[in-house]
């Protein structure tokens, strides 16, 4: 499989801890996504990177989490301190981007996320 | 950010029948507008999209349509079968911008 790939599938940790997960996208996409989805929900965007440059942040993201694309390949999302309301599935995308405004993403299966 | 409201939040159909699903945006500005596709413990995968210079796109089964000057976009679904069930997400997007705003989703159900 040849697709956006991240670990782990599933994270369950205790409240204050801090948790880690990493998006493999697929090998020529220059454009990485960070999106988060609760039951029910459609994906709320989180971060966006092209290549190693992080050029968006969504308000949801507060000072505890933090997104890193060293090299402009794979990337990190850390969460510091984590509280239920983290509890969410992380899904990682990513796109061939040529130009400017959005295009087709290909999603990673995501990180389930469970704070208790 | 954008707005995108999407209707119904289930729909059941019979096995071949049609099914619809509407979504409405906020951002008249909005110009890239992707439909996905969730089944259940899986990735949400693209499965047809429409710019905002084209009215109508078809694939298959599948085609979407967009009223620009309504400010709603549709996903049509022909001749149903099983494998059609799973959640659809539509979305949108503005110009020079590279997230989307989702909708709530629409939980798709095919009786066989």
């Known amino acids: 499989d040849t697709g956006v790939s991240q670990n782990p599938r599933h994270k369950i940790t205790k409240r204050g801890q801090n948790v880690t997960f990493r998006c493999d996208p697929i090998s020529e996409h220059n454009r990485l996504y960070w999106y988060r989805q609760t039951l029910g929900q459609g994906p709320e965007f989180l971060t966006y990177?092209?290549?190693?440059?992080?050029?968006?942040k969504s308000r949801l993201l507060s000072d505890r989490f933090s997104a890193e694309r060293p090299k402009g390949s794979f990337s990190t999302l850390e969460i510091q301190r984590t509280e239920q309301g983290d509890s969410a599935m992380y899904l990682c995308?990513?796109?061939?981007?040529?130009?400017?405004?959005?295009?087709?993403?290909?999603f990673g299966s995501g990180t389930r996320l469970t704070v208790v | 950010g954008e707005n995108v409201e999407q209707h119904p939040s289930t729909l059941s159909v019979q096995e071949g029948d049609s099914a619809v699903i509407k979504c409405t945006y906020s951002?008249?500005?909005?110009?890239?507008f992707p439909w996905y596709k969730q089944e259940l413990g899986k990735r949400p995968q693209l499965i047809i999209d429409?710019?905002?210079?084209?009215g109508e796109k078809k694939d298959q089964r599948i085609a979407v349509t967009l009223n620009k000057t309504a400010k709603h976009f549709s996903l049509h679904i022909t001749e149903t079968q099983p494998e059609d069930s799973a959640v659809y997400f539509c979305a949108a997007s503005w110009p020079n911008d590279y997230k989307l705003s989702f909708g709530a989703g629409t939980t798709v159900t095919v009786r066989a």
């Open positions: 995308a990513s796109s061939l981007g040529s130009g400017k405004g959005s295009d087709g993403y290909t």
């Open positions: 429409i710019r905002s210079n084209v």
């Open positions: 951002d008249s500005a909005s110009n890239y």
């Open positions: 990177f092209q290549n190693e440059a992080q050029l968006e």
